[in-house]
């Protein structure tokens, strides 16, 4: 081999797949200097998906769930980018630019897929807008910082009970093991930290699970779930069964039937989908999207390239289906490929995936759990004291390990964190999903944004002495909201949606910033107000609301 | 008392000043139910500032040095609330709106004005746009992450010495404590986790303390500052004294003297002003904006109107200047006030402040500290011991003292934490400086976004066979780079600053939203682009570099 050039084998994604695969190979290819492995991740850190839900509560420090990378894997190079496409035949992949707007290229001899699946909200009304997934460390400490935010919110909003209510009512879709969880923790979380709200009554909390089948967790048996069930009704958790989300608005979920459970915080953790450049590449996909391998993990219809995790299909040892989207697979898929690469390299013998699984748990929160393992079914304290002595133990690292028991050791004594961090700087231009009868804003409302209509309907409304004139009709490609901007006024009308509608909206701040540079579009904003001033004017008088005088007459749609 | 109404105590901040404030007013007040106090402030906790350079570090976890103010002060109602505005004459506080755009008003009867002072880049070039402020939390956190996002790219960055450079400099401008401090911080930072970048010279990593006088530390002796600047030029720190930052770019920090030091990472402590809403208050201010209280922390030409803390101006003691703005003082002013408004309430007398300090600590990192205690001057290993124990008790609440005792101990054990955490979302619309010279982007880069000039001047240059044209001048109120992002290609020009400038810039995303909804906006970015093409033409044929056809020509200005 000594003849041969560097070889470099490149990994795709940081999860249990893509960390497992590198691992071994950096242990199967020891000192020698003839290839280099290469692991691409837009995270500079692994996660360690089971304690994940730990960090809502808080009961595990922010960090203490994931890994950085470079410290698991000391012998392979990191790159932490997004993937912007895989160009199968010069065997390049492109990632997202760094600090300066340049390509960067890495080019392969060897490519592992383990790039793992993705919420995918994509086709459900609103949900991309307003459905907040739970997947990553970004999604927990979102979760986290927003309920601590909708709490803030409730305990001195006296005035406007319907806000109140939303802001109290916590939904999770979604009843396999990562919405339970989910689900437990918030639970466990919101009612633990109510008593150190004044003015907050602990009873107008809801925490609400809905799944589309008739019991949750359809990973276990039938026993199990329904003790999960038992045990998350008795803390508090209302589960609706056979319910499905259908759509979302920012106070809204709605399920099918036609029913609205107001909210502001609505977290999915489903459906899922491989990651979208599995969508984009050529190669043979099986269902759900996912890339056909066989027993030695190679992608079919490609030479040198692997395939592993939760964006692969692999045949089940069993003979029948393929094997479950874990982490104990991911794991053992990972030891595979890496010893069928090594096999590639040096030569050798290649060997199969033929892992069978050794069972699974769920934690339920506060000292509960549910196991299933090698045939025998626990649930309770014990459970939970499996759960987590299995998972401390695989926690990659002595260093995490004695963090994450610390931090178990210091929640037994301390009570819940209730620290809000806000870290979202300036959204910019946002996104949002209307239902028909839902205001996007109301007459004497501060004027914070303007709106464009994507696509749906919406009516502007005046109300005077009682009475509601409807002032236009707007529709797709219209603008609203423009005029309590430019005029620096309260807003001067509502506007209620009429038919299922998207928008994008501009907050003030951009929209002076632009208006101000760009006086092309500023004079096109006035234009279109003064129509609308004199139109409005007009109705107005139609409609027997005589205004006392033009001077006064602001609308603003 | 009793037939009176319920008053209203309203403090406002939530820093030592604050919070000792309410602390010392639940005491005093007690059980009686005619009173009631609330807080208003922009988090929902506090931050004991002193620890706030090891979040930078890791050496504590990121909540640690931070208390939920509800725990702290559970008979304080809170308002997470940023202030919009005091009305003196209505005594009301307007605060921002939460999750729906209404005001929220409160009424107060005593008013307590902490509000500290922030970081204020006014007024110096770049510094708004690039300078990254060391005052709360989200800095510290910030910080870190910039940090360690500038080391991943530099490890992967083998092609660009000059960014590699850039991302390798680390700047803190402010020789005072808290530039001290953080410098020292983020040096045994870089260095620490240097070892684990594969591809990453250690030797290429600067560090620079950038100070305007001639020693650093002048809250302390010259024994003890030399000590300091000792220590860290030891470790590596460059210090360079007599040196004011002057300007600030996306990649570099600018000098009196016309020096640039090329970087990615500028923090800088000073200068400080109050808040805003200090600024804006129709009362006597004094040195730096400060309000002007007597010796019982009284505003002078207002009445139950108490100021303490870093937004005031109080009389030291001794009969000479003022007390300096530290939390020891900030804590008893605290006790002065609260006990001075339980006098107005209730009668009784009231008390002066007359705290007189009990001395100075710093810390320089890595077990090594300056201390002016009593008289004594102490350092290195012993001021450092000191400097734990005493700020460990200082620390509010026993959870916290425990957590933080937990992470120092497991910090002499563990390797330096390195995850980054990507936070920030979409950053919408951005504000930039350069300097002439700079380029804003080169002929060949990625479009990413498009520019308009605030103020300045810039050339557009094409290079074509080494050959350089001038395309066009661009000044104030013009914009470039949309050709990039209408027609999808790279930047077919280079845009370079030739007078000090400042943009606006719309990233691509926002740029094509907006385009798309607002049709005569992007008839217009069509229009200008058409004729920038033909003028260009015309002067790449003057200058004898004949382009093939015009279907080549795209230019990008």
Same mark, same amino acid.
């Given at each position: 081999?000594?003849?041969?050039?560097?070889?470099?084998?490149?990994i795709?994604?940081?999860g249990?797949g893509?960390?497992?695969?590198?691992k071994?190979?950096e242990?199967?290819?020891?000192?020698?200097?003839? +290839?280099?492995?290469?692991?691409?991740n837009?995270?500079?850190?692994?996660?360690?998906?089971? /304690?994940?839900?730990?960090? *809502?509560?808080g009961?595990?420090g922010?960090?203490?769930?994931?890994?950085?990378?470079? &410290?698991?894997?000391? =012998?392979?190079?990191?790159h932490?980018?997004?993937?912007?496409s895989?160009?199968?035949e010069?065997?390049?992949?492109?990632? $997202?630019?760094?600090f300066?707007?340049?390509?960067h290229?890495?080019?392969?001899?060897?490519?592992?897929?383990?790039?793992?699946?993705?919420?995918?909200?994509?086709? !459900?009304r609103?949900?991309?807008e307003?459905? *907040?997934?739970?997947?990553?460390?970004?999604?927990?400490?979102y979760?986290?910082?927003h309920?601590?935010?909708?709490?803030?919110?409730?305990?001195?909003?006296?005035?406007?009970?319907?806000?109140?209510?939303?802001?109290?009512?916590?939904?999770?879709?979604?009843?396999?093991?990562?919405?339970?969880?989910?689900?437990?923790?918030?639970n466990?979380f919101?009612?633990g930290?109510?008593?150190? +709200?004044?003015?907050?009554? #602990?009873s107008?909390?809801?925490?609400?699970?809905?799944?589309?089948?008739?019991?949750?967790?359809?990973?276990?048996s039938?026993k199990?779930?329904?003790?999960?069930?038992?045990?998350?009704?008795?803390?508090?958790v209302?589960?609706?069964l056979?319910?499905? !989300?259908?759509?979302?608005?920012?106070?809204?979920?709605?399920?099918?039937?036609g029913?609205r459970? #107001?909210?502001?915080?609505? *977290?999915?953790?489903?459906?899922? $989908?491989?990651?979208?450049?599995?969508?984009?590449?050529?190669?043979?996909?099986?269902?759900?999207?996912r890339l056909?391998?066989?027993?030695?993990l190679?992608?079919?219809?490609?030479?040198?390239?692997?395939?592993?995790?939760d964006?692969?299909?692999? %045949?089940?040892?069993?003979g029948e289906?393929?094997? #479950?989207?874990?982490?104990q697979?991911?794991?053992?898929?990972?030891?595979?490929?890496?010893?069928?690469?090594?096999?590639?390299?040096?030569?050798?013998?290649? &060997?199969?995936?033929?892992?069978?699984?050794l069972g699974?748990?769920?934690?339920?929160?506060?000292?509960?759990?549910?196991?299933?393992?090698?045939g025998?079914?626990?649930?309770?304290?014990?459970?939970?004291?499996?759960?987590?002595?299995?998972? !401390?133990? =695989?926690?990659?690292?002595?260093?995490?390990?004695? =963090?994450?028991?610390?931090d178990?050791?210091?929640?037994?004594?301390?009570p819940?964190?209730?620290?809000?961090?806000?870290?979202?700087g300036? /959204?910019?231009?946002?996104?949002?999903?209307?239902?028909?009868?839902?205001?996007?804003?109301?007459?004497?409302? !501060?004027?914070?944004r303007?709106?464009?209509?994507?696509?749906g309907?919406?009516?502007?409304?005046?109300e005077?002495?009682?009475?509601?004139?409807?002032?236009?009709?707007?529709?797709?490609?219209q603008?609203?909201g423009?005029?309590?901007?430019?005029?620096k006024?309260?807003?001067?009308?509502?506007?209620?949606?009429?038919? %299922?509608?998207?928008?994008?909206s501009? #907050?003030?701040?951009?929209?002076?910033l632009?208006?101000s540079?760009?006086?092309?579009?500023?004079?096109?904003?006035?234009?279109?107000?003064?129509?609308?001033?004199?139109?409005?004017?007009?109705?107005?008088?139609?409609?027997g609301?005589?205004?006392?005088?033009?001077?006064?007459? =602001?609308?603003?749609?």
């Open positions: 081999m000594k003849e041969h050039a560097r070889k470099r084998i490149v795709l994604g940081g249990f893509g960390i497992y695969t590198a071994y190979l242990k199967a290819l020891g000192r020698r200097d003839d +290839y280099e492995i290469t692991l691409v837009k995270e500079n850190y692994f996660v360690f998906q089971p /304690m994940l839900p730990e960090v *809502i509560s009961t595990i922010i960090l203490d769930t994931v890994s950085p990378i470079r &410290r698991l894997l000391p =012998k392979t190079d990191l932490v980018r997004d993937i912007e895989i160009d199968l010069n065997r390049t992949i492109t990632t $997202s630019p760094g300066r707007p340049h390509s290229v890495i080019n392969y001899d060897y490519l592992v897929i383990a790039l793992g699946n993705v919420t995918d909200f994509r086709g !459900l609103g949900l991309p307003h459905a *907040i997934p739970f997947k990553n460390l970004a999604d927990a400490l979760i986290r910082n309920i601590i935010r909708a709490l803030e919110e409730a305990a001195i909003e006296h005035h406007d009970a319907e806000l109140r209510r939303q802001l109290l009512t916590f939904v999770v879709a979604g009843g396999g093991f990562s919405g339970v969880e989910a689900v437990a923790e918030i466990d919101v009612r930290v109510a008593q150190n +709200y004044i003015g907050l009554d #602990p107008e909390i809801r925490v609400i699970l809905v799944h589309s089948q008739d019991r949750i967790l359809p990973e276990m039938e199990l779930a329904l003790f999960a069930q038992r045990i998350l009704q008795k803390r508090g209302e589960i609706r056979n319910t499905r !989300l259908e759509a979302a608005t920012g106070q809204e979920a709605c399920v099918a039937g029913e459970i #107001p909210t502001r915080t609505l *977290i999915s953790t489903v459906p899922a $989908s491989p990651h979208p450049i599995v969508e984009s590449l050529g190669l043979p996909k099986g269902k759900n999207g056909i391998a066989n027993r030695y190679e992608v079919e219809g490609a030479k040198n390239i692997w395939a592993l995790g964006c692969a299909l692999i %045949p089940d040892p069993g289906g393929f094997a #479950p989207p874990t982490a697979h991911a794991i053992r898929q990972g030891r595979t490929a890496a010893g069928n690469i090594v096999a590639a390299i040096r030569g050798g013998e290649r &060997r199969t995936f033929d892992f069978k699984g699974t748990m769920g934690a339920l929160g506060h000292r509960s759990a549910v196991a299933e393992i090698f025998m079914k626990i649930s309770g304290f014990v459970a939970w004291w499996m759960w987590r002595s299995i998972y !401390l133990m =695989k926690l990659p690292g002595w260093g995490r390990r004695l =963090k994450v028991a610390t178990w050791t210091l929640d037994l004594l301390l819940p964190e209730l620290v809000q961090l806000r870290l979202a300036s /959204m910019g231009i946002t996104q949002e999903h209307f239902e028909p009868g839902e205001e996007v804003f109301h007459q004497g409302d !501060l004027g914070d303007i709106y464009i209509i994507v696509t309907q919406a009516d502007v409304l005046r005077d002495k009682g009475q509601e004139t409807v002032l236009a009709h707007l529709e797709a490609g603008y609203f423009e005029m309590a901007l430019l005029k006024t309260t807003r001067t009308a509502t506007v209620r949606c009429t038919a %299922p509608m998207d928008t994008l501009l #907050p003030k701040r951009e929209f002076s632009l208006t540079y760009l006086p092309e579009l500023r004079k096109e904003f006035e234009m279109v107000m003064e129509e609308r001033n004199r139109d409005n004017l007009s109705k107005m008088a139609q409609a609301n005589r205004p006392d005088g033009v001077k006064t007459m =602001k609308a603003d749609e």
